[in-house]
Each structure stands twice: as C-alpha cells, then as structure tokens.
C-alpha cells in the first residue's frame, strides 16, 4: 500500500509547462493533491527532502523487450516482474511490455502470462498493456526478428489472438503488405494502435497507411526505407514521410548509437517535443554487465554480443538490440542532442502518455494525476522512483 500522505520538497519541480524552484510536490493515497512553490504544510505526511535534485513525472517507455536478465518472451512470470523491477531503477515507472516476431502461440502464451504477472507486479514498472511487434513484417527489414515468423497479416490468426485477449494496446506491422489496412482497421475498431515498423513503404504507401490508422512510426530510421531509389528516380521512404506528415508520432531510440547526435537532434528539430516518445527498445541485457546475451526467448533465441552500449549480432555486422535504460535517454538527448530537460522530460513523459492515452492520469506532475514520480540529480541519476505513492527504489546520489 502506499503511504497515506508524502511531501516532497526542496526540489525543482518539472511541470508540463515549466521548472519551478524550491517546489513542493503533495501526494495523497496515491494521487497528486498539490504542486507548487515553497514549503506547502501537510500534516502527518512522509516528507521527503529532494535535496534541490528534480522531481520528476515518472518515466513512460512504451516499446521495451526485457532487462534485468530476461526477456517477456521467456515465458514466465518470473521475467515479467524481473524486467519491471529493473527499470523502475532507472526511472521507468510505467512500460509497455513488447513481444518480438514469433509463433502464434508464443504470442497467446505472453498475453496469458501478462494477466497473472500484473496481478503480482508491486515492486516494479507498471504494466500499461502488451505492445505485439510483429509477426507482419517487411522481410527485407526484419532487423533481427526471426525470419522463420515473418508472414503477411493472416485474418483467422489475428482475429483470435484478439479474441483471447482485451490486453493489446499497440500492434506494429508494415503498412503495405496485403492485408495491412484490413488489419489496422480490425485494430482501430478494438481502440488499438496501430504503428507502421519493419517496413519497405514508400510516401504514397505511408500516407494511406497513416489515414488507415498507422499514426506512429515505431523506432524510427530503425527497420525502415529512407529515400530510395528504382532505377532514374528517387523515392522517400518512411523516414521521410514521417517528417512530412506533421501529425504523425514518432518513437526513437534515443541511446546515442542506434541514433547517434545528429540525427537526435534532427528528429527534434522536425518533430519536436510534442510529437517524439523516447524508447528505450531494451533487450534482457539492460542494465546487465556487457557481454554474450540472447535477444527473445531465453531457449531459442538469438545469440547476441553486448559491447560499446549495444547488443550487435555475432559477426557484428548490424545492432540487434538496445541495452538502454530511461534515464540514459533522458541523457542522450540533454547532453547529446541539446535539448532543454523540459522537452526530453515531456518526450519520456507526457508524449508517450498522450499516443497510449493514458494522459488523463500519467506523465505530467499535476493535481489529480497518479504520484508516479522521478528524483534525479543534475546528471539524470536516478536517486528515487515512486509508482502510485509507494517508493519502489532509493538511492543515495550526489546532487
């Protein structure tokens, strides 16, 4: 349970809108009751002394595989809870758990699992839902998903996977293969997002895509077509039609080397604060000394090497995987990209809350929000982690 009353003070507040110093956050039976400037009396609260750190919203991921060892796809309860634990230490305090391209009862086994691990997740990031990336995918983008999965959406096989579960919140698939917009319209009738990944769509193929439902790009310039060219002429590929269809989201993996310093800061530059998620896309390595890992099910998965802060495949030939936690993010793009902390807050916070809408109660420290609540110091070091009003991690870091 969480504690009744909880006054933290001596902070600098991150609201949605500006940092207010020396701030003052009130949380009752979970929820956010005050914000604002000064020393704000509470009786018989916990008072917690920021210390002039940040205070926080809490941070949102909402495409990640797995940390602390494990994967969601190992197929236990066990890793479910493990990887919710771990990046509540990093600062996560809500996810949403992500699958990889496999067999379709794989698929229904994570959904069943999810279910009975929710009920038991007290100590880590909470569960907002189950994002399925793939198994419809481009086969010349696959990345690293397995490419004995890969298949054109299948009607029989989606529509049971939906009948089984009320869980799914997002579905990524590539836009232009047969049956895609069937697929999204299927999805958008459940209030599931679609999102356009793994794909060799063109502008033409994006924009009815886009007016089809597929309104996020999930990782961007991961796993899609830039300008492409067929024999004389150019083309613009998803990246780019992401960037000219102003109202489309955008999820980038913000680690610094999947997208290095330039084009962070174009990304933000085009898309802005508003209209960019940053996610971490983290496989079982994540927060794991650096070494041999395995991407997926934790049996028959992908053997991978984790070196210079990212998985890559055994011949190193390409990246296979993120090993990124949210507070690096957070870093990447303050320190990296030049962006103002306010907007690379917003962009772990308030813009992943909005695309899963779920901001009427998450990613923003307002009154009648859920006290889901960072402290960080100047270096974006994690030094608490509160979900609901109970603190789930502490840790002593300098200011």
């Given at each position: 349970?969480?504690?009744?009353?909880?006054?933290?003070?001596?902070?600098?507040?991150?609201?949605?809108?500006?940092?207010?110093?020396?701030?003052?956050?009130?949380?009752?039976?979970?929820?956010?009751?005050?914000?604002?400037?000064?020393?704000?009396?509470?009786?018989?609260?916990?008072?917690?002394?920021?210390?002039?750190?940040?205070?926080?919203?809490?941070?949102?991921?909402?495409?990640?595989?797995?940390?602390?060892?494990?994967?969601?796809?190992?197929?236990?309860?066990?890793?479910?809870?493990?990887?919710?634990?771990?990046?509540?230490?990093?600062?996560?305090?809500?996810?949403?758990?992500?699958?990889?391209?496999?067999?379709?009862?794989?698929?229904?086994?994570?959904?069943?699992?999810?279910?009975?691990?929710?009920?038991?997740?007290?100590?880590?990031?909470?569960?907002?839902?189950?994002?399925?990336?793939?198994?419809?995918?481009?086969?010349?983008?696959?990345?690293?998903?397995?490419?004995?999965?890969?298949?054109?959406?299948?009607?029989?096989?989606?529509?049971?996977?939906?009948?089984?579960?009320?869980?799914?919140?997002?579905?990524?698939?590539?836009?232009?293969?047969?049956?895609?917009?069937?697929?999204?319209?299927?999805?958008?009738?459940?209030?599931?997002?679609?999102?356009?990944?793994?794909?060799?769509?063109?502008?033409?193929?994006?924009?009815?895509?886009?007016?089809?439902?597929?309104?996020?790009?999930?990782?961007?310039?991961?796993?899609?077509?830039?300008?492409?060219?067929?024999?004389?002429?150019?083309?613009?590929?998803?990246?780019?039609?992401?960037?000219?269809?102003?109202?489309?989201?955008?999820?980038?993996?913000?680690?610094?080397?999947?997208?290095?310093?330039?084009?962070?800061?174009?990304?933000?530059?085009?898309?802005?604060?508003?209209?960019?998620?940053?996610?971490?896309?983290?496989?079982?390595?994540?927060?794991?000394?650096?070494g041999e890992s395995v991407l997926g099910n934790i049996d028959n998965g992908l053997k991978v090497i984790v070196e210079d802060g990212v998985a890559k495949l055994p011949d190193r030939t390409a990246f296979a995987g993120s090993v990124a936690?949210?507070?690096?993010?957070?870093?990447?793009?303050?320190?990296?990209?030049?962006?103002?902390?306010?907007?690379?807050?917003?962009?772990?916070?308030?813009?992943?809350?909005?695309?899963?809408?779920?901001?009427?109660?998450?990613?923003?420290?307002?009154?009648?929000?859920?006290?889901?609540?960072?402290?960080?110091?100047?270096?974006?070091?994690?030094?608490?982690?509160?979900?609901?009003?109970?603190?789930?991690?502490?840790?002593?870091?300098?200011?």
């Open positions: 349970m969480p504690a009744e009353k909880l006054k933290i003070y001596n902070g600098n507040v991150i609201t949605p809108y500006r940092i207010i110093p020396n701030g003052t956050v009130i949380v009752s039976e979970g929820i956010i009751t005050a914000v604002g400037q000064g020393n704000i009396e509470v009786e018989n609260a916990l008072e917690i002394d920021a210390m002039g750190k940040y205070i926080a919203p809490g941070f949102i991921d909402i495409h990640v595989h797995g940390g602390g060892g494990h994967d969601f796809m190992d197929g236990s309860e066990l890793a479910f809870l493990k990887i919710a634990e771990t990046h509540a230490r990093f600062g996560t305090t809500s996810m949403l758990p992500t699958t990889l391209t496999s067999t379709r009862e794989q698929l229904l086994e994570t959904l069943q699992i999810y279910e009975t691990a929710n009920a038991k997740n007290i100590n880590g990031s909470q569960f907002l839902g189950i994002h399925l990336e793939g198994p419809y995918f481009a086969m010349n983008q696959r990345g690293a998903q397995d490419p004995r999965y890969i298949r054109d959406p299948d009607p029989v096989e989606y529509h049971e996977i939906l009948s089984r579960s009320s869980i799914i919140k997002r579905w990524s698939a590539a836009p232009e293969l047969k049956g895609a917009l069937e697929f999204s319209q299927c999805l958008l009738s459940k209030n599931i997002l679609p999102s356009l990944a793994h794909t060799d769509a063109t502008y033409d193929e994006v924009i009815v895509a886009f007016e089809n439902g597929y309104t996020l790009a999930t990782h961007l310039y991961s796993g899609m077509l830039g300008v492409t060219r067929k024999n004389a002429y150019r083309y613009a590929g998803a990246v780019e039609s992401a960037f000219l269809i102003d109202e489309m989201d955008v999820e980038i993996i913000a680690d610094g080397i999947h997208l290095p310093p330039p084009l962070l800061k174009l990304v933000y530059k085009i898309k802005g604060a508003d209209k960019t998620a940053l996610i971490t896309d983290a496989m079982r390595a994540a927060g794991m000394p650096e936690t949210a507070d690096r993010l957070v870093r990447s793009m303050v320190f990296m990209a030049d962006v103002p902390l306010i907007d690379a807050i917003k962009m772990i916070t308030a813009t992943p809350a909005r695309i899963l809408k779920v901001d009427d109660k998450k990613g923003s420290l307002v009154v009648g929000k859920d006290a889901d609540i960072v402290i960080f110091n100047n270096d974006i070091e994690i030094g608490m982690t509160i979900i609901n009003g109970r603190i789930v991690y502490e840790k002593i870091v300098s200011t």
